[in-house]
Every structure is written in C-alpha cells, then in structure tokens.
C-alpha cells in the first residue's frame, strides 16, 4: 500500500512564495515520477510538473521560470517550491507518484493566493 501526504499549502498573498511537500511511503518502485497537479471548480486536473527519479524535470508553460519541483530519493520527498503567486494558481494541489502501470495521488492540499 502507497500513501502520498502532502503539506505546506495555505493562504498567500499574490507575488509570495508558499514550498508544498508530499512524503510517499509503502512499497515504492525506485524508478518513478513524481509531481504536482493542480484543479479549480468545474475544471480538468492539470499537470504543474513533474521530476523523475534521475531528476529529469517538466513544467507546465504557465508556471516555468516561477515554479521548482525537487526530491530527495531517500526520504521518497517530491518539493514544489512556488515563487511570484498569481491569484489565477490558486487551486487545489495534488501529489502524484506513478511508475509502469501504478499512479497513486495525495488527498491535496488548498492554495489561495489573494489578489
């Protein structure tokens, strides 16, 4: 069994900064991908971006050059350190872990960013 807890969302004002965390524990594939997706009301999940085990990294064009996702393959810990927030990054954040045929994804955790 594969849990994903994440942590680190919370109210911030638009140009702030919030870092999210998402520990993964249960029997994990050392070869993966892990990453953040986000979901407003009414709309699709979308990928934020995504770091594989060797580091490997992909960003949504809307958050590039603000936005760093990072791990530590030890602790099985994907980060998402956010800078500059904008009012429309506001969104339910989701962790996600997956590798062959196997996804797994956190309960998400609420970022609001005020204008």
């Known amino acids: 069994q594969v849990q994903l807890v994440e942590s680190g969302g919370g109210l911030v004002q638009a140009g702030g900064s919030l870092r999210l965390s998402c520990a993964a524990s249960g029997s994990i594939f050392s070869i993966n991908t892990m990453g953040w997706y986000r979901q407003t009301p009414g709309k699709q999940r979308e990928l934020v971006a995504t770091i594989t085990s060797g580091r490997s990294t992909n960003y949504a064009d809307s958050v590039k050059g603000r936005f760093t996702i990072s791990r530590d393959n030890a602790k099985n810990t994907v980060y998402l350190q956010m800078n500059s927030l904008k009012f429309e990054d506001t969104a339910v954040y989701y962790c996600?872990?997956?590798?062959?045929?196997?996804?797994?994804w956190g309960q998400g955790t609420q970022v609001t960013v005020s204008s």
């Open positions: 996600r872990l997956s590798w062959v045929a196997r996804v797994y």
